[in-house]
T-cell receptor, first 114, second 114 residues
């Protein structure tokens, strides 16, 4: 399989649950990103990983915890979320962070917090 | 940090007409400006991009222009077709700790009516 794959596609969780989102890229890229997409808002950058090292934490609440065990996999661990965290969570990858390459996005995980 | 403004938020055109979406950015160090198309329920996909050393780029019915002095760039779609209906996002690549990351506009919902 090629491209960027995200699982699950849909997730409904209670505020006390713990869940994880998974992202896998088969493009040989070495930078990966988590973005949050809410209605009426721009895509918000959450985390950046380059060569498996987190290089940017864009002031995201600690109830979101990323993990990047290798350059092909990225996780977003969720715990004690709030209803306002309901959104589409998009993973993306790029060939480096030189700023001259576009991102390839996954299909996203539609998260609903109840 | 980088601030990307996008206008209009919605745009409705007749099939065959042209559509123009405009974006401005704030960081003069931004060097890469991609455009993404997101159809309902699907992932954002890169449709065209332009680098800061180029003023204009064209790919069939799609063109992008960049004015570095004014810090704005635009997407032009000619001879629009119903399948062009989607949300379009502009982005600017800005320096961000150890590299660059994309900041996105809020999106333009384009509707092409037959």
């Amino acid at each position: 399989e090629t491209g960027v794959t995200q699982t699950p596609r849909h997730l409904v969780m209670g505020m006390t649950n713990k869940k994880s989102l998974k992202c896998e890229q088969h493009l040989g890229h070495n930078a990966m990103y988590w973005y949050k997409q809410s209605a009426k808002k721009p895509l918000e950058l959450m985390f950046v990983y380059s060569l498996e090292e987190r290089v940017e934490n864009n002031s995201v609440p600690s109830r979101f915890s990323p993990e990047c065990p290798n350059s092909s996999h990225l996780f977003l661990h969720l715990h004690t979320l709030q209803p306002e965290d309901s959104a589409l969570y998009l993973c993306a990858s790029s060939q480096g962070r030189s700023g001259v390459y576009g991102y390839t996005f996954g299909s996203g995980t539609r998260l609903t917090v109840v | 940090g980088e601030n990307v403004e996008q206008h209009p938020s919605t745009l409705s055109v007749q099939e065959g007409d042209s559509a123009v979406i405009k974006c401005t950015y704030s960081d003069s160090a931004s060097n890469y400006f991609p455009w993404y198309k997101q159809e309902l329920g699907k992932r954002p996909q890169l449709i065209i991009d332009i680098r800061s050393n180029v003023g204009e780029k064209k790919d069939q019915r799609i063109a992008v222009t960049l004015n570095k002095t004014a810090k704005h760039f635009s997407l032009h779609i000619t001879e629009t077709q119903p399948e062009d209906s989607a949300v379009y996002f502009c982005a600017a690549s800005a320096p961000m700790n150890s590299g660059y990351a994309l900041n996105f506009g809020k999106g333009t919902s384009l509707l092409v009516t037959p």
